[in-house]
Structure formats: structure tokens, C-alpha cells
């Protein structure tokens, strides 16, 4: 039974995806499959080992519900975990709302987004993540760790492109022993170049031989 559900949910995807406005590879599974399409007010709800793959993401979690034109928000809840392949994006959060349209991805609850190609990890419990301009968000309890580098704030922008990380709201950065603090810290995630910017004070601890 499980596996003529999830074979009918597959089905129904290419069907879905065939439709579709844009040309982005689009498919999905589960063990149950819930669908509503009367006009206007299309709705898809996966549950049970959910998997969404639209274009070079995929999407598992307990409960995925698909909606919107052409199928394009997509709505997951519980064990929520994401990988973006082309980007060398990965996500754990509890709950991930995602545009495919857009390329926008909303966190909501203590979640993670580790960047593999800038080997970057952030964690908050706020993230919303932009594919199309390479921007992440991310609000309230914001953890970053990169190398030797471990920041915190409350606030945080990484531009992905520029390798830039600008961190406000009591933020505080670690790197080798040492502690700097600021109104405003931007790091340079590929030089690890730390840049403070109002109400400076640190802790600088001295090293052997120096």
C-alpha cells in the first residue's frame, strides 16, 4: 500500500510538473497523498517519509503540503531536511516554507543552514535564505562557525557572492582565543578578515613567542 501511494504521488507529479509555467524538473512521494484541486484552491499534502525534488533540491520531512500556481509553494513541517546540490546548500530546520518560483527559503525554530562550498554553518531560529541573490538572513540566537572563526548575534546578512558576513544586535566574534565585540562586526569568510565598526572592546590574548 505504501508503495503504490508513493508510486501514485510520482505520477501525479510529472503530471503536475508537465503544467507548469517553468521548466524546473518537479516530483514527489510519500507513503499518503492527499489532493484537492478543485479550482483556485489546489492543494497537495504528503505525509509519511515526504519527498519533494524540485530541480537540484531536495526536500524530505514528516508532512509536505504543496499549493499556489503552478504547485509553487511548498510548505514542510517536522524533521525537516533540505539539500541544494547545485548551491551546496543544507538545511535542518522544523519547519521550512519554500517558494520555487522565487528560490526563497523561510526557517522558522532553531534551524540550521550549513553552505558547504564557503564552509560556512549558520544557526538561528530565524533563517530565510534567497537563491536568485545569493542572500541569507538570519534573527534571534544567530550562530555562525567557519574555520577558526565562531560568531554570535542576534542579527546576521551573509552575501554569499561578496563572502561577506555583517553581524548587529550584541554581536560578538572568536577567532584563535580572541574576542571582539562591536555595535557592527563584517567578516570576510575567505580571509577571515575581521572588521569592527562602533563601540569597539576585545580581548586579545597573547600568544607564545610574541
Known amino acids: 500500500m505504501r508503495r ?11 503530471a503536475l510538473a508537465s503544467g507548469a509555467a517553468f521548466a524546473e524538473p518537479f516530483s514527489f512521494s510519500a507513503d499518503r497523498v492527499e489532493s484537492v484541486l478543485a479550482a483556485g484552491k489546489e ?8 519527498k519533494v525534488q524540485s530541480g537540484s533540491l531536495a526536500i524530505s ?6 499549493s499556489g500556481e503552478d504547485w509553487s509553494l511548498i510548505v514542510c513541517e517536522g524533521a525537516v531536511s533540505a539539500v ?5 546548500i543544507a538545511i ?9 518560483k522565487r528560490k526563497l527559503s523561510l526557517m522558522e525554530g532553531p534551524s540550521a543552514l550549513e553552505d558547504r562550498k564557503n564552509a560556512v554553518l549558520l ?6 535564505d534567497d537563491g536568485e541573490m545569493e542572500l541569507t538572513l538570519a534573527q534571534v540566537n544567530v550562530r555562525i562557525l567557519k574555520d577558526r572563526l565562531a560568531c554570535r548575534a542576534q542579527y546576521a546578512m551573509f552575501r554569499r557572492s561578496a563572502k561577506e558576513l555583517e553581524l548587529s544586535g550584541a554581536p560578538a566574534v572568536y577567532k584563535d582565543g580572541d574576542e571582539y565585540r562591536a555595535t557592527r ?16 572592546r576585545g ?8
Open 84 to 88: 541544494d546540490s547545485e548551491r551546496g
Open 4 to 14: 503504490q501511494s508513493a508510486l501514485m504521488a510520482f505520477a501525479f507529479a510529472l
Open 61 to 66: 520531512a514528516d508532512r509536505i503540503e504543496i
Open 123 to 128: 544557526k538561528a531560529d530565524w533563517i530565510q
Open 92 to 100: 535542518e530546520t522544523p519547519r521550512l516554507s519554500y517558494d520555487r
Open 203 to 210: 580581548r586579545v590574548e597573547s600568544k607564545e613567542g610574541e
Open 43 to 50: 492543494r497537495t499534502v504528503l505525509a509519511g517519509r515526504a
Open 185 to 200: 562586526i563584517i567578516v570576510n569568510t575567505e580571509t577571515e578578515e575581521v572588521r569592527l565598526e562602533g563601540a569597539v
